[in-house]
């Protein structure tokens, strides 16, 4: 199976590696390049990374970005209009609300004991939190650092600590694949035999 993936950063990516990883090792990871950051560019970009990854042979499509303050949900909504409907039943849309940093330490405890950080630290936003323990982008450790970490914390929505990340992560990532999970393969089977015709 291969897994298509577009997104935002290294760090989107280095989280998505680690699920896939843990939930579908026999996956592989295809990547498209994201390059949109406003609004029609970004439509543009979503239209042209489904393109490219069903030529990669994609069974899969997941596009990762970030909520940014802004109502996930509504992000998700909008934003996901943009996959064009020959791609929509083989496409995931995630958006983590605010950002991918709160996904990463959404294992409170694990954050707390090795990042040394406390609760109230924990309810901002971790950002400088995860770069000043994971390292900055400049470091070359920096993704097998993220991706071990994720590994070995409790990604699972339903043992998050913190219900709004397990809500944000059940809906954003996974609510697609478990709600939908027939129709996905039913798009990518179909989708296979196109390439195959």
Not at 21 to 49: D, F, L, N, Y
Not at 96 to 102: G, L, S, T, V, Y
Not at 103 to 131: C, R, S, Y
Request: net charge positive; charged share 35%.
């Amino acid at each position: 199976m291969i897994i298509g993936y577009s997104g935002e950063g290294s760090n989107d990516a280095f989280v998505i590696e680690a699920l896939q990883e843990m939930w579908c090792p026999e996956a592989r990871v295809e990547v498209a390049q994201w390059r949109g950051a406003t609004g029609s560019r970004r439509k543009h970009e979503i239209r042209k990374a489904c393109i490219e990854l069903f030529e990669k042979n994609a069974s899969l499509i997941i596009f990762f970005t970030d909520s940014n303050n802004r109502d996930y949900k509504i992000v998700k909504r909008n934003e996901s209009e943009w996959i064009p409907d020959n791609y929509r039943a083989m496409t995931i849309y995630a958006v983590a609300d605010r950002n991918i940093e709160c996904w990463i330490v959404a294992d409170k405890e694990k954050a707390k004991k090795e990042m040394g950080i406390n609760k109230k630290q924990l309810e901002g936003d971790p950002v400088k939190f995860v770069n000043k323990h994971f390292g900055s982008y400049r470091d070359s450790d920096k993704k097998r650092k993220i991706k071990e970490f994720v590994k070995s914390s409790d990604m699972r929505p339903e043992n998050s600590t913190t219900r709004k990340v397990r809500k944000a992560v059940k809906y954003s990532l996974t609510g697609v694949a478990w709600n939908e999970e027939e129709k996905v393969h039913r798009r990518a089977d179909s989708a296979n035999t196109e390439r195959s015709a």
